[in-house]
């Protein structure tokens, strides 16, 4: 075997290692990503995020801030529109909420609320998982697709919304998706996450 075609073969093995090594690595690194948000989502039950919401019926569209408040399975969210109009303030849970707006209080399902101020009738008792993206518990779901070698979502159906999650960042320790974009039909919005903390349970609780 001459000198030069021996120089070759060692090249060529050399980068088929370095190689490997990475994609062992970024592999290592994915786990880690995926290992280290589930876990976390595991020990939190509240959070306070902040951001931007897009909305879309086949009658209307726009766009609005909000400060999100999760508290269990409580939330309190504000939404107001383009400098500080329509501001509304919506609490409840899954099944039942009130809007206070214009100095009213008007009472409902979280999607005839979410009909009502934005034109738009979005499940908000569920969007406190998918903010999270993963699917809410309870619900079957279907079409789940994640990233690659991670157990991260990438998208999801459930109740007859698709779901979509990306621009994934750390937030508190957490992987989290910074957009998350949901059709059902007509409707559909995107959500646009600016800053998040976490409420670990034991504050939650403490709070009582």
């Not at 937030?171 to 409420?199: C, E, V």
Request: glycine fraction near 8%; hydrophobic fraction near 35%.
């Amino acid at each position: 075997m001459s000198k030069k075609y021996t120089q070759k073969t060692l090249i060529v093995f050399v980068l088929i290692l370095i190689s490997s090594c990475s994609t062992v690595q970024i592999a290592k690194n994915q786990d880690q990503i995926s290992h280290t948000s589930s876990n976390n989502l595991s020990k939190s039950s509240g959070f306070q995020l902040f951001g931007k919401l897009g909305f879309k019926s086949s009658s209307t569209a726009g766009s609005a801030r909000f400060d999100w408040l999760q508290q269990l399975n409580m939330y309190t969210i504000t939404i107001s529109g383009p400098l500080g109009s329509n501001r509304a303030i919506l609490k409840g849970n899954e099944f039942h909420a009130e809007m206070q707006i214009q100095g009213q209080y008007i009472y409902g399902s979280p999607q005839d609320l979410s009909s009502e101020l934005l034109g738009a009738s979005l499940p908000l008792g569920l969007m406190r998982f998918w903010v999270m993206g993963m699917p809410a518990p309870n619900h079957s779901f279907t079409k789940d697709t994640f990233y690659k070698n991670t157990e991260i979502y990438s998208g999801f159906l459930q109740l007859d919304w698709q779901l979509d999650f990306s621009r994934h960042k750390f937030f508190d320790a957490m992987y989290l998706p910074t957009r998350i974009q949901g059709s059902n039909q007509d409707h559909s919005f995107t959500l646009i996450i600016k800053n998040w903390r976490n409420i670990p349970n034991e504050k939650l609780s403490g709070n009582g």
